[in-house]
């Protein structure tokens, strides 16, 4: 079922869970949620990220995408705040696993694709250097998001071995038989992988309706990058938006 997506003031008029994503982007923070939700068929209203509309930073509390808001409780912005959210109004299927240790190792994995210099953060320092998201944009999520010539020159390395400690991650599970990050079952972290591959290699046009000239720049070819972005990442990708996730994006 494609998002519905409504305009501020309509999102702000109802209760239940709304969320305010970044537009024709596929975000990896804002596709995660977007696939968790559909994962716990959890009913919910879409707004696009609007930067000159200061209702919708009162009401989200800043300006970025994806903030999930339920009924009158406080705006979460965060990726792990917005996941645990959904565990509590849709328990079932878990995406979080009750075991402690697996639950440690599953959000570990997690913030090294979403948190602060994690897959996602580093790629985007990566992209903002190679000019990818053109001037304006780029000097703004410079600023933003931690981007100096230092931080900017090491993260294809970060990226790259990144990628490679994923891949020996699911290269360990497939040989005991599983497709997926722990145990048998998805978790968030196999969700976060596969919306996250949309920085490397996007889903074609008709899963994926983006911006052109941002689909080149995201995936465009480097020898490090294009060497650590093992198949496997890819296949896993495949599969969670074959068995779990929705096609089209609904961007
Ligand atoms: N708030 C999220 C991260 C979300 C994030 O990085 N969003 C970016 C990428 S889509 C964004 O909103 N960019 C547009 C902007 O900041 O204006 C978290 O801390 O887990």
Redesign the pocket.
């Known amino acids: 079922m494609p998002v519905t997506y409504l305009s501020t003031d309509e999102a702000i008029a109802r209760p239940g869970l709304r969320m305010v994503v ?1 537009g024709n ?1 596929p ?1 990896p ?2 596709e995660a949620a977007k696939g968790i939700f559909h994962i716990k068929d959890l009913d919910w209203i879409g707004v696009r ?1 609007a930067y000159d509309d200061d209702a919708q930073r009162q009401w989200a509390g800043q ?3 994806p903030i999930a808001i339920y009924d009158k409780e406080p705006p979460r ?3 792990a705040e917005i996941l645990l959210l959904a565990e509590r109004l849709a328990p079932e299927p878990a995406l979080v696993p009750a075991d402690a240790a697996e639950r440690a190792t599953m959000f570990g994995l997690a913030h090294e694709i ?1 948190g602060q210099e994690g897959l996602g953060w580093t790629r985007r320092l990566q992209l903002i250097r190679a000019g990818g998201f053109g001037p304006r944009a780029g000097q703004y999520l410079a600023r ?1 998001y931690g981007y100096s010539p230092a931080t900017g020159a090491a993260a294809a390395a970060r990226v790259a071995a990144l990628l490679r400690m994923l891949a020996m991650r699911l290269e360990a599970q497939r040989r005991s038989g599983s497709p997926y990050y722990l145990g048998a079952a998805p978790t968030a972290v196999d969700v976060y992988s596969a919306t996250c591959m949309a920085l490397f290699r996007p889903l074609p046009p008709e899963h994926c309706p983006m911006d052109e000239a941002l689909r080149d720049a995201f995936s465009m070819p480097e020898p490090a990058i294009d060497a650590a972005l093992d198949p496997i990442l890819i296949e896993h990708r495949d599969m969670m938006y074959a068995r779990h996730l929705e096609l089209p994006l609904s961007l």
């Open positions: 970044v982007v975000s923070w804002g990220l300006r970025s995408g912005a965060g990726w979403c933003k």
